[in-house]
């Protein structure tokens, strides 16, 4: 196994958008191990010099550091917004979920 942590990348996407083709193909393309898709949720935020808000879902995606900047690459192309949030975080859990999300993703 590589130098290579297990990390989460939180996006948010439209709650009415057809979210199935861009989690498939992030796992497709082993570029995720996982996408959990969130239920409907409001969201508020300052865009163009003014708070708006609107219906999104939240997206976890679980993925290796060294698969990091590919997958950030990819959801730019597959995102539909102009700005995709892109939080990543490092992750810690059981060995052997952790070693699954490196081997998923290699």
């Not at 935020?45 to 219906?55: H, I, L, N, P, S």
């Not at 950030?72 to 949030?85: A, D, K, N």
Request: charged share 25%.
């Amino acid at each position: 196994m590589s130098d290579a942590t297990a990390v989460i990348l939180l996006t948010t996407i439209g709650a009415t958008a057809d979210v199935e083709p861009l989690a498939r193909a992030l796992v497709e393309e082993r570029l995720a191990a996982c996408v959990n898709v969130l239920p409907p949720m409001r969201s508020f935020f300052r865009w163009e010099g003014a708070v708006q808000g609107d219906e999104e879902r939240q997206l976890v995606i679980k993925t290796s550091s060294a698969r990091l900047e590919a997958l950030q690459s990819r959801l730019r192309t597959l995102h539909p917004y102009e700005l995709p949030e892109m939080l990543v975080l490092s992750a810690r859990g059981s060995d052997e979920y952790l070693t699954w999300i490196l081997e998923s993703t290699s």
